[in-house]
Structures are given as C-alpha cells and as structure tokens.
C-alpha cells in the first residue's frame, strides 16, 4: 500500500470538481477555503470548480482537471470540491496509471467514493474519506473538523466516536449545532478487532460492482493475510433497498475475510415494506460484528477513515475508537 505525503505547512491542496460544482454556495466555499488558508495551505482550484451546477462540466473536462492536478508537481494534495449524482460519468477519463505513479492524499466524501474506492482497490494507493473542500466553513471549528486536520497532517491517527451527534443534515442548517446523544450500538458485548480499511459511501458503490473500476477481489486477495474492517455511509438507500445492496456484495464475495462492518447514520431513511435498518444489517451481515449509526457519512460529527490503512477497531459499552496504522 502506498501512503502519500501528508500536509505541511505551506503545502497546496489542489481542489478539483469531479462531481457537481459549489456555485450554488459561493460564500460557504470562500469560508471553507478561507480557513484552509488560515492554516498555513496554499489552494490551486481547478477550472470548473467554481460552477454552479450538478455537472462542474462535461466528463472529459471534469476527468482531465483531476489528471492536471496530479501531473502538477506543485501540487501535494488533492481534495473533492462537493459530492453530487454524477461523477461516475468522469471515469473512463481520468488517468489512475498518472495518479500511481504521482500518487497524492486524495479526500472526498460521498460521490467521490468513485474516484476513492478504484484509486485503492486497483491502484494501491491509500486514500481519504470524510471531507470534501467546501466542508471547513463552519465556526467556531467544529470538533470533527479539528480532528480530520490532525489526520490529514499526520499528527493523529487515532479516532474516537463523539458523545453527542447533530439530528440535523448539516447541508440543512445554518450551522453545527449537536442535540442528540449518540446512539451507536455494536452486535457483540465487547469488539476489539483489525484489518485493512475500506468501503465508502455506499449508493456509489453498488453502481461500481462487477465494473472495470471495481478492484475489490484483486484487493482482498493481496491483503487477505490482514483481514478487512469496512465501513459504508448511506445518503439514501432504502432498508431494502440497503438489504439487496449488502446481500449483493456478499454473494460477490466482498465480505470475504472481513471482522467487521461500521455503518453510519443513514442521512435520508425510508422504507417500502416496513423492514428495518436494523434488521436489513442483521440479516444481511449475519455472523460479521457490525456497528450500526456510527460517526461516519454525511451527518456530523464525522470521523475521517484511511481507505486501504490497517485499522485498530475498539467497541466497548457503545463507544468506539479506530486508529490507523500505515503499514
């Protein structure tokens, strides 16, 4: 596994728009870059970024801003601008083999899962899940965004779950405000357990299995000595249509050699037969320890996951920890 360089002070994050664009939020970007700034950042924005739309532009263009982003040697890391619907449009253009042998932190969250998940699995270059560049614009900093920074600067690889969490889809408030204690729980008494990190947001991978960009055998046979630890963000995926997606991975043979499975808060729940997430997890994974509305996806807080990183998992009394071993 390939573990890029992590941000220093004076580094340039490279900013590209694989998805949609973040013109329908001008404002909240500036401060999200503003900040970024304040931390001693330089930012390079590619073209369409900026573009207020949920294509930032047509899927060459989009594919080939990422690829410049890569072959710009003045460039160290390289973040999404937004999630969106549509980035799988991009892919037969962006250039991986130009990302291996650049390689560089790529981050992102939700849709960005398609460029994330192929750049680990076929590629083996480790990658970020849990921000995108316009997510830094909340003050004060929220607590979450403190430890994605001491992640994605090297300085902290450990993680724990948060004691409170925001009800609220934060791309639906004004601003952080957390009223609801956590209500994570885990299948087993006590886990404590490792393996590589994967997974993502899942509505993006299910459209990945069986394609070219799926890179998930070749990945679970090179690293099946370590065992495999995944984890899946869910913005909108029915309890059943989340059963079919999870019964479908495991009949395609993802969850070989997996201890454990971490789902997050679903951000938009709904059900057409009355079945459960709850039930559509146990069913679906029986005999996997699984940990259900974690701090993971597109509610905050938010813990960052290292795709392709050894991860120590610890669950004790409804409370969880991760940290990351870069091994």
């Known amino acids: 596994m390939v573990y890029p360089e992590f941000l220093q002070n004076g580094s340039t994050i490279g900013i590209a728009a694989p998805s949609a664009g973040v013109g329908d939020d001008i404002e909240g970007f500036e401060k999200s870059i503003g900040f970024l700034e304040s931390e001693g950042f330089q930012i390079k924005e590619s073209p369409s970024v900026?573009?207020?739309?949920?294509?930032?532009?047509?899927?060459?263009?989009?594919?080939?801003e990422l690829n410049s982003l890569f072959s710009d040697l003045k460039v160290d890391f390289v973040m999404c601008a937004a999630g969106g619907d549509?980035?799988?449009?991009?892919?037969?253009?962006?250039?991986?083999?130009l990302m291996r042998v650049n390689p560089k932190w790529l981050m992102g969250a939700s849709d960005p899962t398609g460029l994330l998940y192929p750049y680990t699995t076929?590629?083996?270059?480790?990658?970020?899940y849990g921000m995108n560049a316009g997510a830094y614009g909340n003050f004060p900093v929220p607590d979450f965004v403190k430890t994605n920074l001491s992640v994605i600067k090297g300085e902290n690889l450990t993680e724990s779950g948060f004691p409170k969490y925001m009800s609220t889809m934060p791309f639906m408030a004004d601003k952080i405000?957390?009223?609801?204690?956590?209500d994570m729980t885990c299948s087993v008494q006590k886990l404590s357990t490792s393996g590589r990190c994967i997974g993502g947001c899942i509505d993006v991978l299910k459209d990945l299995i069986g394609t070219k960009f799926d890179g998930t055998h070749d990945f679970l046979k090179r690293y099946r000595d370590d065992g495999f630890i995944w984890y899946f963000d869910n913005f909108s995926l029915s309890s059943e249509a989340l059963y079919r997606t999870l019964l479908q991975f495991r009949y395609a043979g993802w969850f070989e050699g997996a201890n454990a499975v971490i789902f997050g808060r679903s951000a938009f729940e709904s059900s057409e037969s009355g079945m459960t997430y709850h039930d559509a997890l146990s069913i679906a994974l029986s005999g996997i320890p699984v940990i259900e509305r974690a701090d993971i996806g597109h509610s905050v807080p938010r813990l960052t996951m290292i795709n392709g990183a050894m991860m120590n998992l610890v669950c004790k009394n409804d409370r969880m920890s991760v940290s990351f071993s870069l091994i």
Not at 86 to 97: A, G, H, R, T, W
Not at 177 to 182: A, F, I, M
């Open 50 to 64: 900026r573009v207020n739309d949920q294509r930032s532009a047509d899927a060459k263009t989009r594919g080939e």
């Open 86 to 97: 549509f980035l799988d449009e991009c892919l037969p253009y962006v250039n991986f083999d």
């Open 122 to 128: 076929k590629y083996d270059v480790a990658t970020l």
């Open 177 to 182: 405000e957390y009223d609801s204690d956590s």
